[in-house]
Nanobody, 125 residues
Framework: HVQLVESGGGLVQAGGSLTLSCIMS????????MAWFRQAPGKEREAVAT????????YYVDSVKGRFILSQVDAENALYLKMNNLEPEDTGTYYC???????????????????WGQGTQVTVS
C-alpha cells in the first residue's frame, strides 16, 4: 500500500520561494510516473510538473517554466518542487500524485494517477 505525504506549503509574498516535499512510503522499490498538480478554488486540477519512471523526462506547464524545478531523490523516496519567483496565480492546493503506469502524452491528466497525497496549501499574496 503506497502512500504519499506532502509538506512545505505556506503563505509567501509574491517573488518569494517555497519548496514542496512529497515522501512516498510502501512499495518504493517499484518505479512510478509522478507529478505535482495544483488546484485553485473554482478551477480544474492542473499538472504543474511531471517526471517519468526513468527520471529522464520532466514536463513543466508553460506558466511555471523557468521558475519551478522538480527533482527526485530515490534514496529519500522523495519528490521535490522548488518554486521560485512565486506569483499570486500560483496560489492553490498542491498535490503529489503517482502511478505505476508509464505515462507519455497523458502525463498531465489527473485521472491517470491512482495514488494521491492529501495536498498542501500554497498562498501567494
Amino acid at each position: 500500500h503506497v502512500q504519499l505525504v506532502e509538506s512545505g506549503g505556506g503563505l509567501v509574498q509574491a517573488g518569494g520561494s517555497l519548496t514542496l516535499s512529497c515522501i512516498m512510503s510502501g512499495n518504493t522499490e517499484a518505479r512510478y510516473s509522478m507529478a505535482w498538480f495544483r488546484q485553485a478554488p473554482g478551477k480544474e486540477r492542473e499538472a504543474v510538473a511531471t517526471i517519468n519512471p526513468a527520471a529522464d523526462y520532466i514536463y513543466y506547464v508553460d506558466s511555471v517554466k523557468g521558475r519551478f524545478i522538480l527533482s527526485q531523490v530515490d534514496a529519500e523516496n522523495a519528490l521535490y518542487l522548488k518554486m521560485n519567483n512565486l506569483e499570486p496565480e500560483d496560489t492553490g492546493t498542491y498535490y503529489c500524485a503517482a502511478t505505476r503506469e508509464w505515462l507519455t502524452i497523458s502525463r498531465t491528466q489527473p485521472a491517470r494517477y491512482n495514488i494521491w497525497g492529501q495536498g498542501t496549501q500554497v498562498t501567494v499574496s
